[in-house]
Each structure stands twice: as structure tokens, then as C-alpha cells.
């Protein structure tokens, strides 16, 4: 693990380096913002094949809804037959996850990276840098006691804080809109039974991107700085990818 941060601090100097013409005291800031592009960059591939996945499921559901009608009192030869219409239509249930899943290492390592003061046995030279004045290793309540809401660094979280509602206003208002234009059917899951509290999850679906004012506010400022990225990024991707999609499925996509 020593090995993998120190190797991880590098990769993070390295892009700080290279942004400094540009960001100045900022470059590490900048640095975390590059490294979360490239992750979800990377990502995206499989988060177009998780869209196309979940399209095809959303189309399966009046097929599913038969098979449940015809073997509904025979569970064993339902789950076998929705088993095989998954495996014809080369549709994935579990295809979704796969996106988040692969970006959490990602974010744990920066988490951590941030959270320690030594790295490999050496200061860990990062909590060093910051964005406008605030330390990318401290937290808001840090910057609260520093000087308040409105103080220096006070200030650079109300910017987080913002960018955060916007996005979540945005997610917000596209779900509303999803589920006027076509209101929800119940979901299914891949057994074909009605998904345990998924009436329920899709109504409380448009408020929860505004959760993530609460992980911005307790994990240290890099890592939040991902998270607000990470944010933005999902917020733009899933209306490109999802756009088309009715808001019973769209609303799964978001749950995974």
C-alpha cells in the first residue's frame, strides 16, 4: 500500500507540474481535476455500454411482465426463462454497477492520499498545497474554524456548494421532467419480481443528487474537488446517454 501511494503522490506532483504555467499555485488543485477527467474518461465506455444495457433491459419489461404472468406459480421455471431472454438479448443486469464499482479505488486512493501525513515513510508534501487558500487536506470544519462560512477558505467551499446545487438542480428538474413525460411503471429486477422499494426510490430519485453537499463537507478538500467533478461529469453524461430513455429506466441507470 506505502508503494502504491508513493507511486500515486507522484502521479498527482507530476500533473501539479505540468499545470503550474497555467494554475500556479493552483496546479495541485488542477492536478486532482485532470486525474478525475481521466478516470471518468476512461470510464466512459462502460458507462455507454451500461446505457445501452439498461436501454435493452427497460425494452425487456413487457416481455418480462409475460413470463411472470404465465409462470407465476411456478418461481423456478420463471427465473430459468427470464434467465435465457437475458442471455438471448445479451443483456446484463448487473452491467450498471460496473462504472461505479471501477471509479472507487480511484477515490479512496486520493482520499487517503490526502488524509496522511506521511507517505512512504516521508511528510507528505500535498497537505502543503491548496486551492485559493484553503488546504487540500483539511475539511470544511476546518475552514470554519479558520474563519468562517465566509472567510477565506470558507469561500472556496460555498464555490463547491454551489457548483453542487446547480448540478443537482439541473438532475433534479431533467428527472421531473423524465417522469411527467412518462410516468413510471414498476421496475423489475432480473428475477423479474417488482424491485423492493423502487415505487419509492423513484420518487425520491430527484433529490438525490443534492446528498452530495454532505460528502463535499466532511471528506478533505481533494477529495470533495473530485467529487464535484465526478458530480458534474455524471450529471453531463447520463443526460447525453439517457436522453431517450423513459424515466422508470432512467431513474435505475441513476440508482446504479
Known amino acids: 500500500m506505502s508503494t502504491l501511494m508513493s507511486a500515486f503522490a507522484v502521479l498527482v506532483g507530476s500533473f501539479a507540474d505540468l499545470l503550474h504555467p497555467l494554475f500556479q499555485g493552483a496546479a495541485t488543485a488542477a492536478a486532482i481535476v485532470l486525474f478525475t477527467a481521466l478516470v471518468r474518461l476512461a470510464v466512459h465506455p462502460l458507462s455507454r455500454a451500461a446505457a445501452r444495457g439498461q436501454k435493452a433491459r427497460t425494452k425487456l419489461q413487457p416481455q418480462i411482465a409475460e413470463?411472470?404472468?404465465?409462470?407465476?406459480?411456478?418461481?423456478?421455471?420463471?427465473?430459468?426463462a427470464l434467465m435465457e431472454l437475458h442471455r438471448e438479448e445479451k443483456v446484463s443486469p448487473l452491467s450498471g454497477c460496473l462504472p461505479s464499482l471501477l471509479q472507487?479505488?480511484?477515490?479512496?486512493?486520493?482520499?487517503h492520499l490526502f488524509s496522511s501525513q506521511k507517505i512512504g515513510g516521508d511528510l507528505n508534501e500535498l497537505l502543503?498545497?491548496?486551492?485559493?487558500?484553503?488546504?487540500?487536506?483539511?475539511?470544511?470544519?476546518?475552514?470554519?474554524?479558520?474563519?468562517?462560512?465566509?472567510?477565506?477558505?470558507?469561500?472556496?467551499?460555498?464555490?463547491?456548494?454551489?457548483?453542487?446545487?446547480?448540478?443537482?438542480?439541473?438532475n433534479y428538474r431533467r428527472t421531473k421532467r423524465q417522469l411527467a413525460a412518462a410516468p413510471a411503471t414498476p421496475a423489475t429486477g432480473p428475477d423479474g419480481q417488482p424491485v423492493p422499494g423502487m415505487g419509492a426510490m423513484t420518487k425520491l430519485m430527484p433529490l438525490m443528487s443534492f446528498f452530495t453537499l454532505v460528502s463535499v463537507a466532511y471528506v478533505p478538500l481533494a477529495a470533495a474537488l473530485y467529487i464535484v467533478t465526478s458530480t458534474t461529469w455524471t450529471a453531463i453524461e447520463r443526460a447525453a446517454l439517457y436522453r431517450d430513455m423513459p424515466a422508470a429506466g432512467a431513474a435505475m441507470a441513476t440508482v446504479a
Not at 104 to 111: C, E, I, K, R, T
Not at 153 to 165: C, D, E, N, R, S
Open 67 to 80: 413470463l411472470r404472468k404465465k409462470h407465476a406459480k411456478n418461481p423456478e421455471r420463471m427465473q430459468k
Open 128 to 170: 502543503g498545497h491548496d486551492l485559493f487558500g484553503a488546504p487540500l487536506g483539511e475539511r470544511w470544519h476546518d475552514a470554519l474554524a479558520a474563519g468562517g462560512p465566509f472567510g477565506t477558505q470558507g469561500v472556496v467551499y460555498l464555490g463547491l456548494f454551489v457548483i453542487v446545487a446547480v448540478v443537482a438542480t439541473f
Open 104 to 111: 472507487m479505488p480511484a477515490f479512496f486512493l486520493l482520499y
